[in-house]
Nanobody
Framework: QVQLVESGGGLVQAGGSLRLSCAAS????????MGWYRQAPGRQRELVAD???????NYADSVKGRFTISKDNAKNTVALQMNSLKHEDTAVYYC?????????????WGQGTQVTVSS
């Protein structure tokens, strides 16, 4: 079993910055890809950004140029640096990972962390 634990959410004014972190823990696993999703009230969960073990990144158009995802393979952590935050970035942000533990790759989710951007 693998657990993902997020930290770093909170309340910030528009134009400000926040940094989210996610740490994966468990026994004998490797991570192929980690990412961040978000879900605003009344909306579907959407991909914000993800990064492969090789370092390839992918961003939603709405966050390109403002958010940066990074990963520490040795520590099994992923971070999301969010700059120039907008009110519409307000959502619960979830860490996500594709994990190999010896069988088929499984997808894991964190519990979520609230990000609120005041306008």
């Amino acid at each position: 079993q693998v657990q993902l634990v997020e930290s770093g959410g909170g309340l910030v004014q528009a134009g400000g910055s926040l940094r989210l972190s996610c740490a994966a823990s468990g026994r004998r696993f490797s991570i192929n890809r980690m990412g961040w999703y978000r879900q605003a009230p009344g909306r579907q969960r959407e991909l914000v950004a993800d990064i492969t073990s090789g370092g390839s990144t992918n961003y939603a158009d709405s966050v390109k140029g403002r958010f940066t995802i990074s990963k520490d393979n040795a520590k099994n952590t992923v971070a999301l640096q969010m700059n120039s935050l907008k009110h519409e970035d307000t959502a619960v942000y979830y860490c996500n990972a594709d994990v190999f533990t010896g069988g088929p790759t499984k997808e894991y989710w964190g519990q979520g962390t609230q990000v609120t951007v005041s306008s």
